[in-house]
């Protein structure tokens, strides 16, 4: 397929909070979004390339070999995720910056008039990268676990107080918020006032994703399985409803360590 035009008709597009994936430092990039493997093309090494310009350090999926400060606090980790969106006329790439709950914090998009596949997407990503912010973090305390206690990190990677964040209103805790069903482990962080996860030190993606309904204390609750369900708070506990087989419910009690 021949190459219609050589110069690049693109109009770069931002979320609305793009410049928010600067508070981040690390970032991991996925290996597949949709049918789009990010290594086809050479595609992944010009994302890495770009974010490591813009001072991001770029860390593998598996956080096993993640440093201590992203495997002890994987909400201060971002996933990049390459899709293609191409339509019939133009090679179309979009980027986007996940955080640990799966909510997109940013997205930047690159269109090509170039028509053959390679070149066209590389073009493509390469405009979508334009205006990747620079990161500029809060560096992530390590947290240091011991038999009865943990520090706690914040949600976000932004400095915080022992109540509320000055600037974005996120409730952090000076303390470790562990809780236990009796086989699972699992630190309790805030995203914001009314939206909190339980998630594993050791795995990035949250076990519960705990969003307040409009009774107080009374949650709907998104499952790692990707169930919905509710919970609620009971005497310091942490309740979710989990469905039998036969379509009723039995409560899963996480009690704090």
């Known amino acids: 397929m021949k190459k219609i035009l050589q110069l690049s008709f693109i109009i770069p597009f931002a979320a609305v909070y793009g410049q ?89 998009e690159g269109k090509s008039n170039i028509k053959e596949y ?49 600037k974005s209103n996120v409730k952090t805790e000076s303390k470790a918020q562990t809780f236990s069903n009796g086989t699972l482990n699992l630190n309790r962080i805030y995203i914001s006032e009314n939206q909190f996860i339980l998630v594993s030190p050791n795995n990035s993606t949250p076990y519960a994703i705990f969003k307040e309904s409009t009774k107080k204390e009374v949650y709907r609750i998104q499952l790692h399985d990707g169930s919905q369900t509710l919970g609620y708070l009971e005497d310091g506990n942490i309740i979710i409803e989990v469905a039998n087989n036969d379509g009723s419910f039995k409560k899963e009690i996480f009690t704090q360590k």
């Open 118 to 166: 390679e070149p066209g997407f590389k073009d493509a990503l390469n405009v979508a990268l334009r205006n990747l912010p620079a990161s500029n973090p809060e560096k992530l305390a390590v947290i240091n676990e011991t038999p009865k206690q943990n520090v706690a990190i914040a949600a976000e990677p932004v400095k915080s107080t022992s109540s509320q964040t000055q």
């Open 20 to 108: 928010n994936i600067s508070n981040y430092e690390y970032v991991s990039v996925a290996s597949k979004t949709g049918n789009l493997e990010s290594g086809k093309y050479g595609l992944s090494g010009i994302l890495n390339s770009k974010l490591k310009a813009a001072k991001y350090e770029i860390i593998s999926e598996s956080n096993e070999s993640w440093p201590d400060a992203a495997k002890n606090n994987p909400c201060g980790v971002l996933k990049a995720e390459i899709e293609d969106t191409s339509t019939f006329l133009k090679n179309k790439i979009q980027v986007n910056f996940k955080d640990c709950s799966g909510k997109t914090v940013a997205s930047f």
